[in-house]
């Protein structure tokens, strides 16, 4: 059965026990935003209800299993293993069971499609969108353009080079 603590301000830690493995969950929300973290571990089945403590900025969590007690720290939206001595078993509460348990967050919105860009000049640049091609000077670079793309450089020293050459004209460097 999973468990849940709500850490207020839109937090909530869930905790699940899944076979052998103890499955810890951070889920925080806000307007317009969610963000889940979490972390497992192999601690074997709860012999108790989990239990929550806070301790100035974090919350710790405590499970007790037939392999031992294990011990974890929330503080902000880190989850890390935790001193087990750090337990402050007078500030221990039980954690509650789970409402709905923790739901996958729903996949993102694709954006809706930008409005085509009118080509713009600023001095001696001009820029268009479709092909994308920025032109200043004699010098054109350009995406999308198959006449474009023909025109290659040597990463080297920068000459120009042919398609299919093996090695720059200029400095000699291995193009493939």
């Excluded at 026990?17 to 969610?34: F, K, Y």
């Excluded at 990463?155 to 200029?170: E, M």
Aim: with cysteine.
């Amino acid at each position: 059965m999973p468990y849940q603590y709500d850490l207020g301000f839109g937090q909530k830690i869930y905790l699940d026990n899944s076979g052998l493995t103890t499955v810890i969950t951070l889920a925080s929300s806000g307007s317009g935003q969610q963000q889940q973290s979490g972390i497992q571990a192999q601690t074997g089945l709860w012999t108790e209800v989990p239990q929550a403590a806070r301790t100035g900025s974090s919350v710790l969590l405590r499970c007790v299993t037939a392999q031992g007690v294990f011990v974890w720290q929330v503080q902000g939206t880190e989850i890390g293993v935790a001193d087990a001595a750090a337990w402050p078993a007078q500030q221990a509460l039980a954690l509650q069971p789970a409402e709905a348990g923790l739901q996958a967050m729903p996949p993102i919105k694709p954006m809706t499609p930008m409005e085509p860009m009118a080509p713009m000049t600023m001095g001696n640049m001009h820029l268009s969108a479709n092909p994308m091609t920025m032109q200043m000077g004699d010098m054109t670079l350009s995406m999308g353009n198959a006449e474009a793309s023909a025109k290659k450089f040597c990463t080297q020293c920068g000459s120009a080079i042919q398609a299919g050459d093996r090695f720059c004209g200029s400095c000699g460097h291995q193009l493939q």
